[in-house]
């Protein structure tokens, strides 16, 4: 039996660092796709691959530097609590206390454009979303807080929580890094909501997000199928006029 229980915390505990970990919902931030007190599984195998985060996607990361000041919450629970709580989160079927992390969508990624002025949509290199699918009830998307634009640098995000009204996001923190999160501080995302049970439900990407023409490349395709497409013609009316200049000469 000890040998069989060894073997069952160890498998737990590579699970949790490898594969999957619960992280519990500390604030009010991602309302109403996520509430607090909810439990949320992070897949953390995808990123052992090298995959970075994509737009859309709701991300745990670690707290790049002082992001956490008033979005969580101490438990008042008492010691034997806490320290049941401190076994299970180390073998991960609890989250974790003492962890540093936040979780918000991914709204642009690296070498994306993003903005939003008072009153408007939030813009990707131009492509305005259509976020009433996710974004709290009565909310706007930005108009507490205006921003951009700003260029995402490479291996960096841009994050926001869904209820924009009650969530220090990549808007209050753009004294650090323009508010963008490093892809390194990234813990994983967040697949399924796992507890409580009536809640139960995945994460998927919105489909705004799917849009043609969001991503950076995409949007400078037109300039350059222009380019291309004027080339051909340029040349055309080169060689017409050196003939022509030939046979005037001649």
């Known amino acids: 039996m000890p040998i069989l229980v060894g073997i069952a915390l ?25 509430q607090r007190g909810d439990r949320v599984l992070v897949d953390k195998l995808t990123p052992w691959f090298g995959a970075e985060p994509e737009r859309g996607e709701v991300v745990v990361f670690h707290d790049p530097g002082g992001w956490l000041g008033g979005e969580t919450q101490q438990s008042d629970s008492g010691p034997l609590a806490k320290g049941v709580q ?17 979780i918000k969508r991914v709204i642009a990624v ?3 454009t993003v903005e939003c002025q008072k009153g408007g949509p939030v813009k990707v290199n131009g492509k305005a979303l259509d976020e009433k699918n996710y974004i709290f009830p009565g909310n706007t998307p930005c108009d ?14 841009w994050v926001m929580g869904d209820h924009r009204q009650d969530s220090l996001d990549s808007r209050y923190h753009q004294n650090l890094d323009n508010g963008t999160v490093s892809v390194d501080k990234v813990v994983g995302r967040a697949i399924v909501v796992a507890w409580p049970i009536d ?3 995945t994460l998927s990407v919105p ?10 490349a995409a949007s400078m395709a037109p300039s350059a199928l ?4 004027a080339v051909p013609i340029v040349l055309w009316r080169r060689r017409r006029l050196v003939r022509k200049a030939r046979g005037t000469a001649a």
Do not use: C, H, Y
């Open 207 to 216: 489909g705004t997000f799917d849009q043609p023409g969001l991503s950076a």
């Open 86 to 102: 401190r076994v299970l989160s180390f073998i991960g079927l609890m989250p974790s206390a003492e962890e540093k992390d936040l």
């Open 10 to 34: 160890l498998l737990a505990l590579l699970i949790k660092t490898f594969l999957v970990q619960a992280f519990s919902i500390p604030s009010d931030s991602m309302q109403n796709t996520l």
């Open 226 to 229: 222009g380019f291309a497409g």
């Open 199 to 201: 809640r139960w439900s």
């Open 144 to 157: 507490d807080k205006p921003f951009g634009p700003i260029k995402v640098p490479k291996g960096r995000i």
């Open 110 to 112: 690296g070498g994306d």
